[in-house]
């Protein structure tokens, strides 16, 4: 079964750092790009930052770009997102997503999601 | 970045309804848009890619269509298990994937 399951997400004082974990299993993971997509409560979803197959290509939103980090291990079958000076306005569910890639046509799309970890920025 | 913009933001349609959904791209993205369903509760699913592929296992009363900046999601004859949010998203540039503010699907 294809799966995709975030850890490492709570509740974090602005400033702070914290690092989120997404384990895959039942496909090749090095095989496709990632990512992780957020939804603030009860907002819409916000696509956070990709990272390609081989870790050649890495984008950010503007929102986070220069605080958070996107990385992974193929060998672990592991994505992370390392979020440093985190703001209120960071508060929200983390999904981590598979790139449909070449299946889809082209890559950016998003086939498979985990069900999320929740990150709450607050004093 | 390219504003990806939906329409309605709230539609009220009935069981048997056929339902059409706007997505609007600040710029060309040519065929390059998704489609996703959405239930309170649960992650997204990928119903439409390549603005008019009907993702495996997604039902065909599903379809999309358009290029360019205009696509539309319609459902044909809407089910109860359709009633949700729906978001459109652009993936024309990798290094800035966007989402529309998405379409709640309610009962009349």
């Known amino acids: 079964e294809v799966q995709l399951v975030e850890s490492g997400g709570g509740l974090v004082q602005p400033g702070r750092s914290l690092r989120l974990s997404c384990a895959a299993s039942g496909f090749t993971f090095d095989d496709y790009a990632m990512h992780w997509v957020r939804q603030a409560p009860g907002k819409g979803l916000e696509w956070v930052s990709g990272?390609?197959?081989?870790?050649?290509?890495?984008g950010y939103a503007d929102s986070v770009k220069g605080r958070f980090t996107i990385s992974r291990d193929n060998a672990k079958n592991s994505l992370y997102l390392q979020m440093n000076s985190l703001r209120a306005e960071d508060t929200a569910l983390y999904y981590c997503a598979k790139d449909c890639g070449g299946d889809c046509y082209e890559e950016g799309a998003f086939d498979i999601w985990g069900q999320g970890t929740m990150v709450t920025v607050s004093s | 970045d390219i504003q990806m913009t939906q329409s309605p933001s709230t539609l009220s349609a009935s069981v048997g309804d056929r339902v059409t959904i706007t997505c609007r791209a600040s710029q060309s993205i040519s065929s390059w848009l998704a489609w996703y369903q959405q239930k309170p509760g649960k992650a997204p699913k990928l119903l439409i890619y390549?603005?008019?592929s009907l993702e495996s296992g997604v039902p065909s009363r599903f379809s999309g269509s358009g290029s360019g900046t205009e696509f539309t999601l319609t459902i044909s004859s809407l089910q109860p298990d359709d009633f949700a949010t729906y978001y459109c998203?652009?993936?024309?540039?990798?290094?800035?994937?966007?989402f529309g503010g998405g379409t709640k699907v309610e009962i009349k």
């Open positions: 998203q652009q993936y024309n540039s990798y290094s800035g994937l966007t």
């Open positions: 390549k603005a008019s």
């Open positions: 990272i390609s197959w081989n870790s050649g290509s890495i």
